[in-house]
């Protein structure tokens, strides 16, 4: 047997200990959380027009690219308006229009392609194929295409006969899609319900017998029943359990920091102080302003620190501590200001800058630790409907980027300033949302990349974009 | 009763009743026991000025105080708030795995913080006739069977009603035929009197060779069948089955589109989920659609001796000693001669059971949540110098090892949240091994094991023993493999005396030697 000691030595970035030599036992360098799926997967869509298969497509998308699974959205609809003119009419859309039939089936493949090379070429690892889907031969033509090429297939089928439901799901998205610009409300629906009749005459629903070998999630309206058959692997049952947690009820997200800290004053990271004065002013100004928003089973949650606490003491309800939602830990950091850790830590201070989001503080977190961290308040933010969250600014930032679809790059330097409430409200394909300042003084917290990232830069360069402090 | 609620957990004290760290300023209901709806905003009296905080010793959590002690918070009164507790009623005929995912789903809320017990009303059945004698008993038209079956689940429903209504339990599991809509009619009402929602599992199978399986591997042992050959079991058990499938009626789509349940049909093939209420049934869903019955196998190590082992420091992130680097190759040894199909292996983020890892030649995943507890301020220390610069904090863990949080550290109860996602992914997988370290390895332990929380901060792992675990019938068959590499030993015992005021020697007693 062979000696192989192989030395270890830790990525200065994430603080990943990997083999020094190219071990041929570790595929990939040093990654922080564990890798499930080998083959890329395709998720196909299947269901009649506006049965929420793009808002499915997307929040999927989005939810599976935050937490580190590069995904990304096929629209047909997209590449059937950017190949014909303008749109006319449902007769397009007639089951009977060869012309139409050609161009629809054109579109399909175009984007298969486009598939094909976002998994080649840009490493993507999930891709969501959003069309109808509807018949036999098109699953078909997907089916084999993904075999071709070694892809798993997951099917995502959306049925509702609710009318209501369908009615509403017309209002929020199709009467603003850019297939009715200009049309008169009334002859929008009036087409849009035309186009669906078209759909109608041919849709094959997935069958129980003769797709037993496909796997495949069946949503009956909005949720209230699932039929899930042969999941895979990893991905595909997480997956499942997200789309199992979501519900279009109307509701209203708070997030909001802690008042000021008194480390915050004094510009120190981290540690688990109180509030300042002006941090008690906040938390009763937040108490007020809740009040008047009279809003109904408000659930409110905190972290473990004493400050979002003292926070949520403030309002005068019943809160939750959630240990997850602690600010991220800066390990060997902790407590100091920026100017102590450039002077200590000079290229730790560099790295940081060099990648804000994959930095590990030395026996501390990072940001991609913290989004892995915070993924159970995610999908509990899904099930539940109205909330405020009292939390820290990383922590903030990740919850932010989560419902703005922010990237990995934009995340670590979001803007969440404190005594700053954003309220979220879904809306459509996305989220609305307001941001009210409470009208308390505060100091600012938030630092910008500095110019010069490079390990040998000057201490002033580095401490360029520090924010003032006591 | 006054139970310590200052549970944390995050998803326990979500699915938790009225003891979650919930402070309430108004006078809420005064409970009979009733189901009260929570107060909305409006109604809560406006706050005076933010309260007090003071930090629990024990497990470091903020809680409001008067006069330097924490407040007994009022919701503490027996009354259902919005997590009322849940019964969990299985339904499906003979040998079809009930009892398998009873015991499983019970292990399971248990390991995570949720007070979870079965009912198996078989087993009541067996306490009220004393022997058994054959199929006969379950014919549909043996009265006499009937009444002493309907008896046998009125007692059980019984047994439930005091388990959650006085013994502050939350899940109840329910674990009987349930075959009929009548008999889940009763279930039903008898849960809607009680205020506990009701979530139906049902296990649907006709594969012929799945039910022999079952048969061979749970009936034959059962005390129904002491004294019985195989070949006279099996036919006996297939009659059994015969008296329930005539008045069967599965769960239906249609008619019983308003009960929350699980249809799992084939083993897990395929599942029908309809109207899940609430958080602990979401995750209810979601663990009963990641587990299988596929034989495999799991091995549990910890890393190598390593460098602060040697010296009888905690946490770090030192290297192997030249003993740990033996004990590498011995597991790759080990590992070989075991032969498993398609292992994978899995290790934390620190060095120690990285290294380990290389040395096994198998590609490996690293996981940050099997990482060590974090010992916070005492990282990197000996038990000699905690008991000299933290004293209080030696008693406090001594007195409660589960639930006490190293300060700026972890507890055994944070460790348990933080792996339950490894847990989750373990059960979909097949041949596993994990090479971790002491306190997760004893977590982990304990999920297999069904060991309480007060046995799991105390279960043996000592270095360069391998566990090999291996599901069986209703558990785990647990082989331990020493691999002939001496270690230190780094297991602590609890001392006699816990005490805050007790002498620095009777704290160190049971600290193992070390250089």
Request: proline share 5%; aromatic share 10%; with cysteine.
């Amino acid at each position: 047997m062979s000696q192989r000691q192989t030395k270890l030595t830790q990525n200065p970035l994430e603080k990943i200990w990997i083999p020094s030599m190219s071990s041929k036992l570790y595929r990939r360098r040093g990654s922080t959380v564990p890798q499930f799926t080998n083959s890329p997967t395709m998720i196909v869509m299947v269901g009649l027009p506006a049965r929420g298969k793009t808002y499915i497509s997307k929040k999927l998308t989005r939810y599976l690219n935050w937490i580190g699974v590069p995904t990304k959205v096929f629209n047909v609809g997209q590449y059937r308006r950017d190949a014909t003119q303008s749109y006319k009419s449902y007769e397009f859309f007639r089951p009977d229009n060869q012309e139409a039939m050609k161009i629809r089936k054109a579109c399909a493949i175009a984007a298969l392609k486009d598939v094909c090379a976002y998994f080649m070429q840009e490493q993507g690892q999930v891709a969501v194929f959003d069309a109808t889907n509807t018949t036999i031969e098109r699953r078909e033509v997907i089916l084999s295409f993904a075999k071709e090429n070694g892809y798993k297939v997951f099917f995502i089928e959306s049925l509702c006969d609710d009318p209501e439901i369908i009615a509403e799901n017309i209002k929020q998205v199709k009467l603003s899609s850019p297939d009715y610009a200009g049309c008169d409300k009334e002859d929008a629906v009036a087409d849009f319900l035309k186009r669906i009749e078209c759909y109608k005459v041919t849709y094959i629903s997935l069958n129980d017998e003769k797709d037993r070998s496909l796997s495949y999630i069946k949503i009956f309206n909005v949720g209230s029943r699932y039929l899930v058959n042969r999941v895979q692997d990893h991905i595909q049952s997480r997956i499942v359990y997200y789309l199992m947690n979501i519900h279009v009820a109307p509701r209203f997200i708070y997030l909001t920091r802690h008042g000021e800290s008194e480390l915050n004053l004094v510009g120190r990271i981290g540690g688990d102080s109180g509030l300042s004065p002006r941090g008690n002013k906040f938390a009763s100004a937040l108490g007020g302003y809740i009040r008047s928003q009279c809003i109904r089973d408000l659930k409110v949650w905190t972290s473990h620190m004493k400050r979002t606490i003292q926070t949520a003491e403030g309002l005068g309800v019943p809160y939750e501590q959630w240990k997850a939602l602690n600010e991220i830990d800066a390990g060997v950091c902790e407590e100091m200001t920026y100017e102590e850790i450039q002077d200590h830590y000079p290229e730790e201070f560099a790295l940081r800058d060099q990648n804000k989001y994959r930095y590990r503080y030395p026996k501390g977190e990072s940001y991609e630790d913290l989004v892995q961290r915070l993924e159970p308040v995610i999908m509990e933010l899904e099930r539940q409907e109205n909330v405020l969250v009292v939390c820290h600014q990383a922590v903030m930032r990740c919850l932010l980027a989560y419902f703005l679809d922010k990237s990995a790059a934009e995340l670590p330097y979001l803007k969440c300033p404190l005594h700053t409430v954003l309220k979220l409200t879904p809306v459509a394909y996305g989220c609305k949302v307001e941001s009210i300042f409470l009208n308390i003084e505060a100091v600012n917290t938030h630092r910008d990349k500095p110019v010069n990232v490079d390990v040998d830069r000057e201490p002033e360069e580095a401490l360029l974009t520090v924010p003032d402090h006591i | 009763m006054f139970v310590s609620r200052y549970d944390i957990h995050p998803l326990a004290a979500l699915l938790r009743r009225p003891a979650r760290i919930t402070y309430h300023f108004c006078r809420l209901e005064t409970g009979h026991g009733a189901a009260t709806k929570m107060t909305s905003n409006e109604d809560v009296m406006m706050a005076t000025s933010p309260r007090e905080l003071t930090q629990n010793p024990l497990k470091k959590i903020w809680m409001p105080c008067k006069n330097g002690l924490p407040e007994k918070h009022i919701s503490q009164r027996r009354v259902c708030m919005t997590n009322c507790p849940t019964l969990i009623v299985t339904v499906g005929l003979p040998a079809r795995g009930k009892t398998y995912i009873s015991k499983k789903l019970t292990r399971y809320l248990n390991w995570i913080g949720v007070p979870t017990k079965e009912f198996n009303v078989g087993q009541y059945r067996r306490e009220c006739v004393k022997i058994y004698k054959s199929f006969e008993f379950f014919r549909p038209d043996n009265e006499e069977g009937l009444k002493i079956r309907r008896q046998c689940a009125l007692t059980a429903l019984n047994d439930v009603r005091q388990y959650l209504s006085v013994e502050a339990g939350q899940v109840a599991v329910f674990d009987a035929t349930n075959t009929t809509r009548q008999r889940r009619g009763t279930i039903t009402r008898f849960a809607e009197q009680n205020g506990f929602k009701v979530f139906f599992v049902e296990s649907v199978c006709e594969d012929p060779d799945v039910i022999a399986e079952n048969i061979v591997q749970v009936k034959l042992g059962s005390p129904d069948y002491i004294d019985c050959n195989t070949e006279e079991v099996v036919e006996d058990f297939m009659k059994r089955i015969k008296c329930y499938e005539n008045s069967y009626q599965p769960l239906d789509e249609v008619l019983d589109r308003d009960l929350s349940y699980i249809k799992i049909m084939d083993v897990g093939r395929r599942y029908l989920v309809n109207q899940v209420q609430d958080h602990i049934q979401s995750r209810i869903v979601y663990y009963l659609m990641n587990i299988h019955i596929t034989p495999r196998s799991i091995y549990l190590c910890r890393h190598g001796e390593s460098d602060h082992n040697v010296k009888g420091r905690i946490g770090g992130d030192s290297g192997l000693s030249g003993r740990g680097k033996e004990f590498a190759k011995c597991l790759e040894k080990f590992i070989q001669e075991q032969n498993i199909k398609d292992l994978k292996v899995w290790t934390s983020q620190m060095k120690r059971t990285i290294q380990t890892a290389e040395a096994v030649a198998v590609p490996y995943e690293q996981w940050k949540a099997l990482n060590e507890i974090d010992a916070g301020v005492c990282e990197e220390m000996m038990y000699e110098e905690i008991q000299g610069h933290f004293p209080q904090e030696f008693a406090l863990r001594d007195q409660d090892k589960y639930r006490y949080r190293y300060p700026k550290g972890e507890s055994y109860e944070d460790l348990v949240q933080r792996l339950e996602p490894v847990i989750m992914e373990l059960e979909r997988q097949e041949n596993v091994l994990v090479i971790c370290h002491q306190a997760v390895m004893r977590c982990l332990l304990a999920y297999f094991l069904d060991k309480s929380a007060e046995e799991l901060p105390y279960l043996k792992c000592p270095l360069h023993t391998v566990l090999k675990l291996t599901p069986v019938a209703y558990g785990c068959k647990v082989e331990s493999v020493f691999l002939n590499v001496e270690a230190v030993n780094t297991h602590r015992d609890r001392p006699e005396n816990v005490d805050t005021s007790r002498m620095p020697e009777e704290a160190l007693f049971t600290v193992p030697a070390h250089q």
